[in-house]
């Protein structure tokens, strides 16, 4: 399944009956273990009450949505509520953001979500530097109707972004052309890793930009694994928390054979390099 087929989120309208909870530490804070939500789709799809009660068990406080599962802002938050877990991150298709984005933005603040965040691009609006120029004076335009909203637009990588298009990199596209306050990055470590991208180097040139990092593994083969069990290097990461800016950290796999230990496994392996 590709991670798109999941991130095309068609949210209901919603009020705000619910005060929004945002849950944010500020750089220098300690980290909660947090979750993308991705990886456990299908344990969700079959029931959100019953893996959101597990991931509470193993220690998790933080989730980003990719979805809700055929439930409604105000049931998915009552959720979280009641297994003392929050989102402070949600991902939108872009597609969904453009024209009006406010019943997203209304979704996001009931759901206790401070973070937007644009988790794709399809191959379309990807193809040549000019497009990556344009999909950042969009991300702009987004961002400043978020920032307006009293929320924070994010963008979440893979490894496209990371190679060069006749000779210029994408993502420095995105990094440069797009407002620094308007549009935070959410930088996945693995498809970073994947691309052949160093991580202090980003902090290094854009700091306080990276205010969420996906945690995910790489085997020596470069395949995914779960957290712990590849040799990417997470301590030297959170290290530079604080010129990064890092706020949270979600650990993900995309594909893990049994969701729920991959989870477990990775929490684990998360409690050791937090700061």
């Known amino acids: 399944m590709l991670r798109r087929e ?12 619910m005060l929004p909870r945002l849950g944010c530490t500020g750089p220098g804070a300690a980290i909660a273990p947090g979750i993308q939500l991705y990886t456990v789709r ?10 959101l009660r597990e991931l509470s068990g193993m220690g998790y406080r933080e989730v980003e949505l990719a979805g809700l599962h055929g439930l409604t802002p105000e049931a998915f938050r009552s959720l979280l509520d009641r297994h003392q877990l929050t989102a402070p991150s949600m991902h939108i298709g872009l597609p969904q953001l453009r024209g009006d984005p406010a019943p997203m933005f209304a979704a996001a603040k009931t759901l206790g979500s401070h973070y ?10 990807r193809e040549t530097i000019a497009a990556y120029r344009s999909r950042a ?19 979440h990588n893979h490894d496209f972004e990371l190679m060069p298009i006749n000779g210029v990199v994408p993502y420095q596209v995105l990094l440069d052309e797009s407002d ?9 470590l693995y498809w970073l890793a994947k ?31 779960d957290v ?16 990064a800016g890092i706020r949270h950290a979600f650990v993900e796999h995309d594909q893990p054979p049994d969701p729920l230990q991959s989870a477990r496994n990775s929490i684990a392996a998360l409690r050791g390099v937090l700061p």
């Open 6 to 17: 999941m991130l095309e989120i068609m949210l209901a309208a919603a009020g705000t009956s």
């Open 42 to 51: 299908t344990l969700l799809e079959k029931d959100v009450e019953g893996t």
């Open 116 to 125: 937007v965040v644009v988790p794709w691009l399809d191959v379309s609006e």
């Open 137 to 155: 004076a969009e991300l702009n335009t987004i961002g400043r109707q978020a920032k307006d909203a009293g929320l924070q637009l994010g963008y």
């Open 180 to 188: 620094a306050d308007l549009v935070k990055m959410e930088l996945d």
């Open 195 to 225: 691309a052949g991208g160093e991580p202090a180097a980003y902090f290094a040139r854009h700091p306080g930009r990276f205010v969420m990092v996906h945690v995910k593994d790489m085997s020596t083969s470069g395949e995914m694994v």
């Open 228 to 243: 712990g069990k590849g040799y990417l290097d997470f301590q030297a990461v959170f290290a530079k928390a604080d010129t």
